[in-house]
């Protein structure tokens, strides 16, 4: 999830498909969706649905079920996907890194060139390099070589956890600030740091360690998105339809991927960034994210987000403070690991039409009776901000026969792209609308990127390089549970126990010791 604080932009792409600049539309031919009287009369308005309508329990505080094991229990019963918990913040992970719109909900569409994304669009991991050390160089160790600098990391305190590298005032310096969002994304960040430390130690020999380090964890990064996480979430056909990947003959044997999806989403120059992706059907991320998280051993049921309590010491997840063991992350719970097990991993909320309370009164906007505070009020906001057309005229345009809505629910494309999902995909996978608007755009800036692995060696695998091997060696899970590995940061238990010194143990007072052996001036 990303969230605009304060930068004030104008919201216009021209509605021209051939516009090239940083954002753009698919589908600008089509009609902007705004409801009517009538419709707004029949679900009430946009804040009342996204409050009444968009919430999993009406009434209930993130903390209510946190505490409450009977609701959580009914609650994950009924909304529970079989996805792990985890890929929901990679989700959040990957949309930092293509797309960054800072501009205030309400902001009015006016000038052509004025919506400008903050991140490349590209899967280059520019929120975790920055603009790399020589442009930023408070990211990176001093001590380390100019052609092998390593990042900072920090350290949670009486521990020998690891943290993100932090200020006086607990903010951490990486490469884009909405990664310490929430505790999750912030360890995620983390492990990346790690991981690249890690494949640095491991190219020592290279000519070039740092840039060696940063083209393999690149790409294994590259090969997660399309092969481990959109694959969980996209419909198998269009999934498989959007990147082919087809057998190549003699001489040389191998693969050679091609775009199946270039009629929704091309480009003349560069890759650009589709609205219709970017503030719609992107955002399926949302109705993923749970009510609340058990972290750890020593970490309780933590709400994500919690409105009633603020601070540095709110017991929610909450990021932009400096990490503690009992909100530190033990991945076995949050990814299928080795030592998974029991009911673990958690698992990510179904895509579908609601979200979890927490989402109902986010905490970064002052008073939770704003209904700006509503996440689902601000996407359905946004969209009509923006401009976006209605989900069934985008089926429609797409030549799929759009899922029924009721009069009672808005045509937004956002709240669309979850109808569907929720209804074709039964909340485990994105519909045919969604998908291809995912899919098209995800392979797109894959092959748009001249430095992806697809683009510089179609044949790549992670398998083929031997840092990898080392830490997946005889596993088939590539993908995320192998960033985690490479990174070192705790998976199990026994991890946590090694590095959580144990409380000492009272000692039973000797003979003559006790309450009269104190001091006579006591």
Known sequence: MSHAKGIRLSLDAPRSRHYQGPFGRLFGHLEPWRPSAAELTAFGGLEKFAKDEMVEERGASPSDIANNPELR?????????????????????????????????????????????????????DNVYGRGPDDQPYLYQNDSPGNAKRFLVGQIEATELKDLPRNADGRALIGDMRNDENAIVSQLQLAFLLAHNTLVEEAKRHPEPFKEARRQLTWLYQWTVWNDFLERV??????????????KSAPNPGQVSSLGLEHVYNWKHQPFMPLEFAAAAYRFGHSMVRNEYQTNEFGKHHAIFDNAKTGKNAADLRGERAMSKERSIQWDWFLQMESSGGPFPQRARKLDTKLSNALASLPFFGDGDIPEN??????????????????????????????DLT?????????????????????QKLGKVGSTLVGAVFAGLLMGDKRSYLNVDPHWHPSHEAALNKVNKDKEDWG???????????VSQNDFNKLVPKPKAKTKPKEGEGKG??????
């Open 234 to 247: 996209l419909d198998e056909e269009i999934w498989q339809r959007a990147l082919s990947v087809n057998k």
């Open 407 to 427: 009069d009672k629910e808005p045509k937004a494309l956002w709240y669309y792209i979850l109808k569907e999902a929720e209804v074709k995909g039964g909340g």
């Open 517 to 522: 052996s104190v001091g006579a001036g006591d």
């Open 73 to 125: 229990e009914e609650l994950d019963h009924k909304f529970n996907s079989s996805i792990p918990a985890g890929y929901t913040y990679f989700g959040q992970f990957v949309d930092h890194d293509v797309t960054f719109d800072a501009t205030p909900l309400g902001a009015r569409v006016q000038d052509p060139q004025g919506l400008h994304n903050f991140r490349t669009p590209r899967l280059d991991l």
């Open 480 to 490: 995320l549970p192998t960033i985690i590995r490479l990174s070192g940061l705790p």
């Open 374 to 403: 509503v996440l689902a009020f601000r996407n359905l906001k946004r969209g009509i901000d923006l401009g976006l057309p209605s989900g069934p005229d985008v089926a429609r345009a797409l030549g799929y026969e759009p899922v």
